[in-house]
């Protein structure tokens, strides 16, 4: 009897481990659309610990910044030459020097320090995400509004939160409470932000992977700007060959000193 028990634990122990193997190898990554100001970032998001941003612009131009593990890296091409830079290390030089302390954390204000909240009962869809209208009036007396589509979607608040973290970890002034407008909502709409699109899709695990000079981003780069050095060349204007009578006026004139 007890060998039965404890064989059926056994049994039972061996599909839960099964059943999270699966559920943890069919679970998607989420890929993000953010448009700020003019310009339209895409966030990848496989968990806390592995997410890339990068804008919908050349990456030879505009690079991308990587988050894996506690560490945020920028990877940019300086004349077709890949650079990557350690920003994790850039906070630290500038937390030695005193830059952070410059910013007072009893100074800084929040949204709800600053604003009263109104929650409307409209809705909407954004980024096919349920989004809720909110209205931020300002305290001081001035009357100022704010509207603001939030949302509780789980993905969102996750995958949302994770992006303003990557730009905390090495900016001290960002303040988390500019999207996490209250706890369990972030900001799909507002202050020049707005998502566009979040939706779940495989990726290879190479997406979170700092590149390197023999990877073919790199190399792309590389050959891009040699391209269009060459171009550049070709496109020059080059002197125009001397006519006739400018080769002779040349000789009439080199005889006349002898």
């Not at 906070?91 to 030695?96: A, E, G, H, I, N």
């Not at 952070?100 to 109104?118: A, F, K, L, S």
């Not at 349920?130 to 509780?152: P, Q």
């Not at 706890?183 to 495989?202: H, I, P, Q, R, T």
Request: proline share 2%; charged share 25%.
């Amino acid at each position: 009897m007890i060998k039965d028990v404890t064989k059926k634990g056994a049994v039972m122990k061996y599909f839960v481990m099964i059943i999270m193997a699966f559920v943890y190898s069919v679970q998607a990554d989420f890929i993000a659309q953010y448009k700020m100001g003019d310009d339209i970032y895409k966030f990848y998001y496989k968990d806390d610990n592995h997410t890339k941003l990068r804008s919908n612009g050349d990456i030879c131009e505009n690079g991308e910044l990587y988050k894996i593990g506690k560490k945020i890296y920028s990877v940019s091409f300086a004349n077709g030459e890949l650079v990557v830079m350690n920003l994790s290390k850039l906070k630290s030089f500038m937390d030695l020097m005193g830059a952070q302390n410059e910013i007072d954390t009893q100074d800084i204000q929040t949204i709800t320090d600053e604003y009263d909240i109104t929650k409307t009962r409209q809705s909407k869809m954004i980024g096919n995400i349920k989004a809720y209208k909110w209205i931020l009036t300002a305290k001081d007396g001035s009357a100022d509004e704010i509207t603001l589509y939030v949302t509780n979607n789980h993905d969102a608040v996750k995958v949302t939160k994770a992006m303003i973290e990557m730009f905390s970890a090495f900016s001290p002034d960002t303040d988390s409470s500019i999207i996490e407008i209250e706890k369990g909502y972030v900001v799909v709409v507002g202050d020049g932000m707005e998502l566009l699109d979040l939706k779940a899709s495989d990726v290879p695990s190479s997406t979170y992977k700092l590149p390197t000079k023999h990877s073919r981003i790199a190399k792309q780069c590389k050959k891009k700007v040699s391209q269009a050095f060459e171009k550049k060349e070709h496109n020059s204007v080059q002197p125009a060959p001397p006519t006739t009578q400018e080769i002779q006026k040349s000789v009439d004139m080199f005889k006349a000193l002898f």
